[in-house]
Every structure is written in C-alpha cells, then in structure tokens.
C-alpha cells in the first residue's frame, strides 16, 4: 500500500520561508498526479499546488492564484517525492498541509487523490 508523510512544517513569522516534503512509499507513482492540499480551522480543504507528468517532459506545474509568485512545487525524478518551497508567508498561510497522489484528472479536484499524507502544520504568527 502506498503511504505518504509530510515533513518540514512550524512555526514562522510572516515574511519567512519554509520548505514542506512529502514521500512516499510501497509503490512507483512516476505516472501519477502529485499535489499539496492545506486546511485552515473553520475552512474547507484546498488546492495549494501540484504536478502531473506529461510524455516527454518533465512534470508540468499548477498553483493555485492564492500563492502564485510566492510558492514553488517540486517533484523528484523518480516521482515518489513531492516538495512545496513557500515563501512570503502570511498568516492566511496557516493550515495544515497536505500531500496528496491519484491517478490523474482535474489537478485541483480533491476527489481525484486516493492516498493521502497525515498533514503537516504550518503556523504563521507575529
């Protein structure tokens, strides 16, 4: 079975950098749609960022406006590994992260990602 666990969450002021990490295990996901998803307390789940391979090319990137220009998704090369560089952090950044794999579809779509990661807290404060 294919696991995933987040690392790299804490606590940060505004203004500051962080790098979130998720891999995985019990499987090759190289096919496979790779995203971040994060939940604020008293907010629904949503898209952060996420990759999908593409024939020929490397993995093709998506964001969501909310961080366009502040975050970057990485994914390895052998695919079984995610990473979210963030950037220019706010407090609307707070939530719990999490990664995410599926078979592919509508990249921002949550019902897409049949595994999951337990989630890794990422607090912004002053």
């Known amino acids: 079975q294919v696991e995933l666990v987040e690392s790299g969450g804490g606590l940060v002021h505004p203004g500051d950098s962080l790098k979130l990490s998720c891999s995985s295990s019990?499987?090759?996901?190289?096919?496979?749609?790779m995203a971040w998803f994060r939940q604020a307390p008293g907010r629904p789940r949503e898209f952060v960022a996420g990759?999908?391979?593409?024939?020929?090319?490397?993995?093709?990137?998506y964001y969501a406006d909310s961080v366009k220009g502040r975050f970057t998704v990485i994914r390895n090369n052998a695919g079984n590994a995610i990473h979210l560089q963030m950037g220019s952090l706010t407090f609307a950044d707070t939530a719990v992260y999490y990664c995410?794999?599926?078979?592919?579809?509508?990249?921002?779509?949550?019902?897409?990602?049949?595994?999951w990661g337990r989630g890794t807290l990422v607090t912004v404060s002053a």
């Open positions: 990759t999908s391979w593409k024939k020929g090319r490397t993995y093709q990137a």
């Open positions: 019990g499987g090759t996901l190289s096919a496979y749609d």
């Open positions: 995410a794999t599926g078979p592919g579809g509508s990249q921002a779509d949550d019902r897409q990602y049949e595994t």
